[in-house]
């Protein structure tokens, strides 16, 4: 039987009840029908998994009683940050998903130069949130205990001013390049962490690229055909967790 679970943005402690937020509740009322005594995995977040049961259902709320600490070790050895140029609806939806499923700990995401999409802080906001909840859906369906941590949409010159002014080069950076004589299986074999560079729909700019390698982002070929922006974070991804990180 599948193992349920649902994501409590709140301090979680065995022998507790909390009410959970409406999403929750109609999700797991409506969508999966459960009902009070069904047992259930709850979530935070930052580390902490508990095994619950619903006990008590009143209309369209719920409250779940938490018992025992629930032990799962699903994080990857190899911290991965996404540098995803954002696209269109459901394609950055896509990229947050699948990012999510395969481990990433950080997702920034940047407008680019040939970006498609064009946000004011209002809308940059909103966005945030909604991505926010397209993590928090795929940490539940995956296991994951730790939500990746996703920014606010900026510039992708604003993200490389952030580097020079950080002055941190303890970290491998990654740029995919279709034309790059090297591939995933060269980078060192001791690698702890990475920031991996995906371009928008259309690409990154010449300039963007220069500002990229003046950075110390290595480039990076991916294989022998052109991707979409979102096949090729999910691909890049999956290598980097075949070679370096958890995946078998």
């Known amino acids: 039987m599948r ?55 009143r209309g369209d ?16 050895s190899l911290a991965i940050t996404l540098v995803q140029g954002v696209s269109r609806g459901d394609r950055m939806d896509y990229v947050i998903q699948k990012a999510t499923e395969l481990g990433v700990c950080r997702i920034i995401p940047v407008l680019c130069e040939r970006s498609v999409v064009r946000l004011d802080e209002r809308q940059a906001q909103a966005r945030l949130t909604h991505w926010q909840g397209v993590a928090i859906a795929a940490c539940e369906q995956s296991g994951r205990a730790h939500l990746p941590a996703i920014e606010l949409p900026v510039r992708l010159v604003e993200y490389f001013a952030h580097l020079n002014s950080s002055g941190s080069n303890s970290i491998q950076r990654v740029i995919l390049d279709p034309e790059a004589t090297s591939g995933f299986s060269q980078l060192p074999s001791t ?58």
């Open 3 to 57: 193992l349920i679970r649902c994501f409590i943005d709140a301090e979680l402690i065995a022998g507790s009840t909390i009410n959970l937020n409406p999403r929750a509740a109609q999700h797991l009322l409506r969508v999966l029908r459960l009902q009070s005594g069904d047992k259930i995995n709850v979530f935070n977040g930052r580390g902490s998994e508990f095994s619950a049961h619903i006990a008590s259902v």
């Open 61 to 76: 709320q719920a409250c779940v009683a938490i018992t025992v600490p629930y032990e799962s070790i699903r994080e990857s």
């Open 191 to 248: 690698l702890a962490g990475i920031e991996l560079l995906v371009g928008p729909e259309g690409g990154l700019s010449p300039t963007e690229a220069d500002l990229a390698k003046q950075q110390q982002f290595t480039a990076i070929r991916l294989g022998p055909r052109v991707l979409r922006t979102e096949t090729a974070a999910a691909a890049a991804l999956a290598v980097l967790q075949a070679l370096r990180g958890d995946l078998a």
